[in-house]
């Protein structure tokens, strides 16, 4: 298996990569990564990590040409040719998240003269549906292969909430389509009593950015919350665009004492750490880890102006849990956590092992027999053709055009996808 990616920054969909490595390599499977950043852009410690576990090249190993448009380019760099098919040789499928980076895929195949599966992760629901009919040429390219050209078992989705979210508005059935959930845990053994030590401490971790919007809503949560007579203590764990913002609405309420942003978590330190507190808040694959440790989680609905939630994670579990617009009950935020501090160590611990007992279908072996037999995928005969010219030169002027316009769809994407399900 061929990973194509930018850098291994700490995130759900890097950390995730490393996991099926490791996986992997227990199964004796070989696999490598290509990267399309500077080594410095990755983070060091999940940059060891995967190199225990996989082969790991940069542009520059495949193409010739300057570093920079080796990165920038990589369909137009010219590639090493034998390089590629004797690195490459053992890869039997290809697998990303990206648009460009599945078009690049197609012509590292190309090359090889073997026709190998290239599978698409849906791992952020917003990511082929943003900008409807206004995105760029380059980007409706990108759609054209992955929803026109790859056989729909090359689309992974990995629930069936997203898979219907897709349906709506593709227009497409996607009958053939995987559905299989992420592999993010091994199974743990975790001795849970269910008591309480004060202050109440709940954690939260991703990027700070903006459709994470329960970083903002608990900062008025909290304050309630001490209101209540609740002593609880917030830690916000992860880095983003918006810290400086998050920052300043905590210092408006001046609550520095109470909610801490404590920058980026260490990978390997995940469980170490989460396991100490008695809440989580979050989306994404940290929920699934946090519950595999026995922490009780409320889901962290994306976009979510309001402090609403499904609920407890092992209530949710089995649906697109993180996506707005569910037909699902909402609850008060506030009221969950007052709640829980206020019930009994028994029925603490019979929420705490409810979330351990939910989280099988999310173990990194079940995840990676999955992934694994996607390599029989069987690609089409006709060839997908475009203008490699064409296509990066819509790239650039798309760049140019998003950075001086502020109402580029890329820049109000959620804002858009928002109105659009509401």
Known sequence: MLFIYGALS????????????KERFKNNLPTSILLLSKPEKSNKKLLMEMK?????????DFFHGPSLLCRRFPLLSPLKKKVVVDKLEKVDQVHVFDGMH???????????????????????????????????????????FIFKYLPEQSLLFFSEGN????????????DRSNTFRLGVIDKKNVELVGALIKPIKIAAVGRLVEFKTYNFYMIEVIDRLIKKGIDVQFDIYGD????????????????????????TLDYSKFDETISNYDLFIGSGTAIIQASSLGVPCITGVENMMEPKTYGYFCNVWQYEYNLKGLDLPLFNVEDIIYDFVNITKNDRKQIQDSHVN??????????????????NIEMPVREFKFNRWGYELSRIFDRINMKFNDRHPR???FEEFRKLEE
């Open 411 to 413: 820049r109000t994407q």
């Open 102 to 144: 599945a078009l690049l895929g197609y012509r590292l195949s190309k090359q090889l003269k073997r026709k190998l599966p290239i599978t698409i992760g849906f791992y952020h629901y917003i990511k082929y549906l943003w900008g409807g009919d206004k995105v760029a040429w380059h980007e409706r390219l990108n759609r054209e």
């Open 163 to 174: 898979r219907e979210l897709y349906i709506k508005h593709k227009k497409q059935r996607f």
């Open 240 to 263: 983003g665009p918006l810290k400086k913002e998050v920052q300043e609405k905590i210092n408006q309420a001046n609550l520095q004492d109470k909610i801490v942003l404590k920058g």
């Open 358 to 375: 939910c989280i099988d279908a999310f173990t990194n072996e079940s995840c990676q027999q999955s992934m694994d037999a996607l390599k």
């Open 52 to 60: 225990k576990y996989a082969n790991v090249f940069f542009a520059e």
């Open 10 to 21: 700490v995130g759900g969909i890097e950390t995730f990569f490393v996991r099926m490595a």
